[in-house]
């Protein structure tokens, strides 16, 4: 069955600090995994897909099939990276995305 | 961007009563959208799958009659959620894709349902 587990509800960190948002994944065939971002007030919107490898905002993802995983990470956190993220995973099949259950970042000052 | 418009944004409505909600593709064509379900402090739960001029996918275990799911034309998906129960309050929030090979969803701003 397809799943998406992000195990931390809540991270909080310190500005400056590293941050890694973990997520892990069951899948049977090759996903497609993404980030989305939901900043306070606002609407979900794609931060990232593992695909295009590229960095968007400072934050990087690597695809990890051994270990199943798809970890979110940022060397240096920054007060306005506050927001909840949420680990994704499309079907290639078909086209339906599921969502992780995300997780709340805090970036303190 | 693309941009995905929902209305009403949020909506009370008495138990019994059927309440329709609107996901709008404002810029580009949707061949595709998609209704989800929020719950409190949880994940988005999706319910439906609709493409334009079928019948919608639902999901293991979204009743069907209940919330009815038409996507008549390439820039409009109506969710109606029939005969409103308290426990059908929650968070409903639309995406599109523009096509089958589009990876990225845009999505709405969300409508909130209270069923007093």
């Known amino acids: 069955a397809q799943r998406v587990t992000q195990p931390e509800k809540l991270l909080s960190v310190f500005k400056g600090a590293p941050v890694e948002l973990k997520c892990n994944y069951s899948y049977s065939g090759s996903p497609e995994l993404f980030w989305y971002v939901q900043y306070s007030r606002q609407r979900l919107q794609l931060l990232l897909r593992?695909?295009s490898r590229e960095s968007i905002k400072g934050f990087t993802a690597d695809l990890n099939k051994g270990e199943t995983s798809f970890h979110l990470k940022k060397p240096f956190a920054q007060e306005e990276d506050s927001a909840m993220y949420y680990c994704?995973?499309?079907?290639?099949?078909?086209?339906?995305?599921?969502f992780g259950a995300g997780t709340r970042l805090f970036v303190k000052a | 961007g693309a941009v995905v418009s929902q209305h009403p944004s949020r909506v009370i409505c008495k138990s019994g009563t059927s309440v329709k909600i609107e996901c709008r593709s404002l810029?580009?064509?949707?061949?595709?959208m998609f209704w989800y379900r929020q719950f409190p402090k949880k994940s988005l739960m999706l319910m439906a799958t609709s493409n334009e001029g079928s019948k919608a996918t639902y999901e293991q275990g979204v009743e069907k009659d209940k919330f009815l799911i038409n996507h008549a034309s390439l820039t409009l998906s109506t969710l109606t959620v029939t005969s409103a129960h308290p426990e059908d309050s929650s968070f409903y929030i639309c995406s599109a894709t523009s096509g089958r090979y589009s990876y990225e969803q845009y999505f709405g701003p969300g409508t909130r349902l209270t069923v007093t």
């Open positions: 994704a995973l499309r079907d290639t099949g078909g086209f339906k995305t599921i």
């Open positions: 810029d580009f064509q949707a061949t595709t």
């Open positions: 593992h695909i």
